[in-house]
């Protein structure tokens, strides 16, 4: 397989502006006459939204029952963006050089420059929606730290600037719904693409209601169905995030990069029984204020109050004095298991550090704390019933977000001509191993502001012929979604999927969460096979 970047030539600076030029653009009128699939509702669906407004015909889908339920609407911290209103040394050329940083270099440069210069149009985008970021006294837009960064260039509405930017997609979305420029499907789960002539050309899906299999025909499909997290059953996303749209498509053919490039979240709230399904984020925003320690002596039970500042040892703090409590999400995350293993962890499991806001309500009081992260310190007391006002949180990391997915060229393009990828379920573009507050970013890049562009050029020189979803392709897709969904449903199994999906998880975690796979003599995953055998699969 031919892996062609299409990067364009020319200084970096000037990659993306030339690129747009030289594009080929598709006339209003003829807009019209295309229709484009777009999968995925959330802040890369943005792009269902912007492709109607520009004249696109936009047929729509989520499995949600309403488009505002998509998983973007969890984010809670805050969107990057290099406006520099905080005078502190901020620059595209930063934000682009630490998000290629934060990224280990394996970023793909040319789409993370446009990235870091797109960042300023998001936020001017999102205010004219009538986004509420949070606002200095004076009126300006306000901005906080994140982890791996030394300027403040995260602009935030309170701990839901994801909820925020959502329900602007969202409102963008209804308009053009109403005006009949996108075609809703709620409820529906994309299970198949279909491709014609090599090229992707449409969907098969189902209706979560009534279970009819249907399909649908296109010029173009775009997914934005977000990333893999739960492969690891517990992780932040919630339960019915799936791979199921990506990895349809890399089975048809759309090569999938970095799979083991996930980021291990470090401000969780930690695992307390089996019964969990999911875990719960304590966003990074969090670490601004909160310090985070463990005792210093192995095995201390104490309660936090009862540990003297001396006994205490504020390991961030001390070990990476220059970030500190912002320290990176992977070297913060690998710190807290290391004390952990080394037996200094807290709570009833000891695989937990405080995050403790003593030393800032003394500084600021509490009602300024409350101001600033008054529902997640909420949300943490109805989950935990401990009040972080009075004792400090407890948190450990967890599976958050997954830097891996389908392989895009800089046109987001996979492999599949016609198949574009937006957001969490591209490989992406952004140092999201370290840098929080980047994953909106790039979602809202590609759903506003890049995809408009490329898929003309794609629309315009592809030279598409009409085709109908009652080709020979599209029903022999969907008789394949039957046939595999009545072996599923025959197995009569004595274990519910979820059991598996568990074990799964739980192997994932102990053998590739953290560090390479140990591969067995054979070359293979050596605690792969008794789950294969388990699971009743060879
Ligand atoms: C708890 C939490 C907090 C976060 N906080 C931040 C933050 O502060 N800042 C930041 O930058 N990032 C944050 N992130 C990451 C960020 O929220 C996500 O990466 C981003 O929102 C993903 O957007 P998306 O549009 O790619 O996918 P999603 O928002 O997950 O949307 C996926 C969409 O695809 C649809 N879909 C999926 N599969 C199918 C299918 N097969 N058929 C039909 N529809 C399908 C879903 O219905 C949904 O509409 C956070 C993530 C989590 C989990």
Redo the contacts with the bound molecule.
């Keep these: 397989m031919e892996l062609r970047s299409r990067i364009p030539s020319g200084a970096i600076e000037s990659k993306w502006d030339n690129h747009r030029f030289e594009m080929k653009l598709v006339n209003p009128a003829n807009k019209r006459k295309y229709t484009v699939i777009v ?7 943005s792009a269902a939204a912007t492709l109607s407004e520009l004249g696109y015909h936009v047929l729509c ?4 029952d309403s ?1 505002r339920r ?3 609407i ?6 990057n963006a290099a406006k520099n209103y905080q005078n502190d040394g901020d620059s595209i050329y930063r934000l682009f050089y630490d998000t290629v940083k934060g990224g280990d270099f394996r970023a793909r440069e040319a789409n993370v420059y446009r990235l870091a210069q797109i960042s300023v149009n998001i936020i001017d985008q999102c205010v004219a929606q009538g986004v509420p970021f949070a606002r200095e006294y004076g009126g300006l837009l306000a901005n906080r730290s994140f982890g791996g960064a030394q300027v403040s260039r995260t602009f935030y509405a309170r701990g839901q ?2 909820q925020q930017l959502l329900l602007g997609c969202y409102q963008a979305l209804e308009k053009e719904i109403a005006r009949g420029g996108v075609q809703m499907f709620n409820h ?3 299970l198949d693409v279909v491709l014609v002539d090599g090229k992707a050309r449409g969907i098969i899906t189902r209706d979560l209601r009534t279970g009819a299999v249907e399909a649908h025909a296109a010029d173009a499909v775009v997914l ?4 893999y997290g739960n492969v690891f059953y517990l992780s ?2 919630a339960k019915n ?2 791979a ?2 990506i990895w349809r498509a890399h089975k048809r053919g759309a090569a999938f990069a970095n799979p083991c490039f996930t980021q291990i979240h470090p401000t969780c709230i930690p695992v307390s029984g089996d019964y969990q399904s999911k875990l719960t ?1 304590m ?1 990074e925003s969090l670490r601004n204020d909160g310090r985070v320690w463990v005792p210093k002596q192995r095995g201390d039970k104490r309660p936090p109050g009862e540990i003297p500042e001396a006994e205490r040892d504020y390991y961030l703090e001390r070990k990476y004095p220059s970030f500190g409590n912002l320290s990176p999400r992977d070297i913060s995350s690998r710190a807290a298991k290391e004390v952990c293993d080394e037996g200094r962890g807290v709570g009833e499991t000891g695989r937990g550090v405080y995050l403790d806001f003593g030393d800032a309500i003394q500084r600021l009081g509490e009602q300024k704390i409350r101001e600033r992260y008054g529902n997640l310190f909420e949300m943490y007391e109805r989950i935990t019933d401990e009040n972080p006002y009075k004792v400090p949180m407890r948190i450990y990391p967890a599976v ?2 997954t830097m891996g997915g389908l392989w895009v060229d800089y046109n987001l393009m996979t492999t599949v001509p016609g198949l574009h990828v937006l ?3 591209n490989f992406s573009d952004h140092g999201a191993n370290r840098l ?6 790039q ?1 809202l890049a590609d759903g506003y502001f890049i995809i408009p562009y490329t898929i003309g050029d794609y629309l315009a020189t592809a030279k598409l012929e009409k085709v109908s979803a009652d080709r020979p392709e599209f029903v022999a897709a969907k008789d394949g979604i039957e046939a595999m969904t009545k072996r599923l449903l025959g197995i009569n199994g004595k274990r519910t999927v979820d059991a598996f999906h568990r074990e799964l998880g739980a192997i994932l975690w102990r053998i590739a969460a953290w560090r390479a796979m140990p591969l067995g003599s054979s070359g293979r995953w050596t605690e792969f096979p008794s789950f294969v055998k388990s699971s009743g699969r060879t």
């Design positions: 999968v995925g509702t959330g802040l890369g669906g889908f989520s499995f949600h488009p998509a998983h973007s969890a984010a809670q911290g805050g969107i600037t994801g529906t789960e994309m934005a169905t977000g990333g932040t996303n995030c799936n199921t749209a984020l966003s958050h977000y957001g969490e379920a929080g507050a980047s994953a909106l970013m979602g």
